[in-house]
């Protein structure tokens, strides 16, 4: 357990469908993150957020909207997606010190069919 | 962010040390270098990080050259629950929060 919890850990939709994912860390942390793994590619980096601000989007199509209503709870609401949005969807927190280190949640592994 | 350069697989018996070598030559004097590992379909692991001296905690060892151009993480006594894809990762820390570059990693597999 590392204090940052997902859900729900898998996930199977139609490319129709509307869901999302959440996440919530209890570590009080100030920052939080999406990264995405596709089979046999490294993790990348989504969206990031500080202090429920998004400082950053990495390119992410609009099928995939992140949402942070509070320090603790980071959501990706789905929509439409395609069959290669299929993955490992990865979410993370941080103290936000230069001294402090990301934890990683379990993770929710999305199937679109 | 510097890159960092990981050999993509190696293999270790149960019981002995696991020495896995990171190169990050273009690395920059304030930045970190953290490791973590990834068991299959699981979230990273923070293992351990540092800056200039060498670190150890109860998972391993993080042995940092003097130039600091390259690091190698060791596991005293791996187990067969040490399999797991290994990440070298130099951080920098930007201003409240930070990104970290995933690269492939070296896939460890420990032999019975």
């Known amino acids: 357990e590392t204090g940052v919890t997902q859900t729900p850990r898998h996930l199977v939709m139609g490319m129709t469908n509307k869901k999302s994912l959440k996440c919530e860390q209890h570590?009080?942390?100030?920052?939080m993150y999406w990264y995405k793994q596709s089979a046999k590619k490294p993790l990348e980096l989504m969206f990031v957020?500080?202090?429920?601000?998004?400082?950053e989007n990495n390119s992410v199509p609009s099928r995939f909207s992140p949402e942070c209503p509070n320090s603790s709870h980071l959501f990706l609401h789905l929509h439409t997606l395609q069959p290669e949005d299929s993955a490992l969807y990865l979410c993370?927190?941080?103290?936000?010190?230069?001294?402090?280190?990301?934890?990683f949640g379990p993770g929710t592994r999305l199937t679109v069919l | 962010d510097a890159k960092t350069t990981q050999p993509p697989s190696m293999d270790c018996a149960e019981g002995r040390a696991a020495n896995l070598p990171c190169n990050h030559s273009?690395?920059?004097?304030?930045?970190?270098v953290y490791w973590y590992r990834q068991i299959h379909s699981q979230g990273p692991q923070y293992i351990i990080h540092?800056?200039?001296n060498n670190e150890t905690n109860e998972m391993a060892s993080l042995i940092i050259t003097e130039d600091r151009k390259s690091s190698t993480l060791i596991l005293p006594h791996a187990t067969l629950r040490d399999t797991a894809v290994y990440y070298c990762?130099?951080?920098?820390?930007?201003?409240?929060?930070?990104?970290?570059?995933f690269g492939k990693g070296t896939k460890l597999t420990v032999n019975p």
């Open positions: 993370a927190s941080t103290g936000g010190r230069a001294t402090d280190t990301q934890y």
């Open positions: 570590l009080g942390h100030n920052a």
């Open positions: 957020y500080n202090f429920k601000e998004q400082t």
């Open positions: 273009t690395i920059s004097g304030n930045e970190y």
């Open positions: 540092g800056l200039k």
């Open positions: 990762i130099v951080r920098r820390f930007q201003g409240g929060s930070e990104k970290l570059v």
